[in-house]
């Protein structure tokens, strides 16, 4: 078979998922961009207003109350998840069975978020919740874990970190399973700790793996949805209106497309400011064991 056959041969075989790309992803990213300068409430005929949906969402409250809750969300969500998903993939490293405990922790992945907002909801609530029941037996009241303007964002928060433990422990378990243990054999005859060992060789090396997990946490984090659907329809009193809520909200409930397209390209804007940030600090301190960067 000579070069030329190969070639769309390849052709062949990549067409189904630059199809699928094609027809899921940037035609739907095309339309909703134009869309955006828009008035259209999903039925009638379109009008085009320019700017108009972009600036009124900046002056809407709804718009910038869901912007504070979904930073305020993302800030206590990624470093606590990134932490605790690196600790628990150092104690699973070192322990027999690794593959059992790496499908307890990620079974919680592969439950449906309805699911997991619905089992949430009974351990916080209030009056009969299993965790406040709990707090009662060491004598202590526990809050209105979601009815409370300022724990409901909290509480969603640490239901996200247990719930996408399972994937960045994987992750991470992957990343650590991968630095040769040579390193740390020479590092044993130089005499280094525990606490050397790691800073010096597991967090170096292993700082690809968090790159990844960094981005992909700042994506998943800005994109919340289902938890504040589910659990809090975005209240009490908005504490928990997050940005693809709102856009959710505008779209079907208002049926204002245009400023609900506005905000979703304000949103794809932000991720993709942090995701070229992350990208341009990576290099002072993403190291790779070929030496690379």
Known sequence: MNDSKRKWWGYFFIAPQLIGMLAFSILPLGFAFGLSFMKWDGFGEREFVGLANYIGQFRDDNFITALVNTAYYSVLVIPLGIALALLVALALNKVKGKTVYRVFFFMPVVTSSVSIGVIWMWLLNGDIGLINQLLAMIGIDGPNWLTNRSLVLPSIAGLSIWWGLGTNMVIFLA???????????????????????????????????????????????????????????????????????????????????????????????????????????????????DGGK
């Open 175 to 289: 990343g650590l399973q991968g630095i040769s243990r040579s390193y740390y054999e020479a590092a044993d005859i130089d005499g280094a700790t525990s606490i050397q060992k790691f800073l010096h060789i597991t967090f170096p090396l292993l700082s690809p793996t968090t790159f990844f997990v960094a981005i992909m946490s700042v994506i998943g984090s800005f994109q919340v949805f289902d938890q504040a659907y589910v659990m809090t329809q975005g209240g009490p009193g908005k504490a928990s209106y997050t940005l693809v809520y709102h856009i959710y909200e505008t779209a079907f409930g208002r049926s204002a497309f245009g400023p609900s397209t506005a905000s979703a390209m304000v949103l794809f804007v932000i991720i993709l400011i942090f995701t070229l940030i992350q990208f341009s600090v990576s290099r002072r301190w993403v190291h790779y064991e």
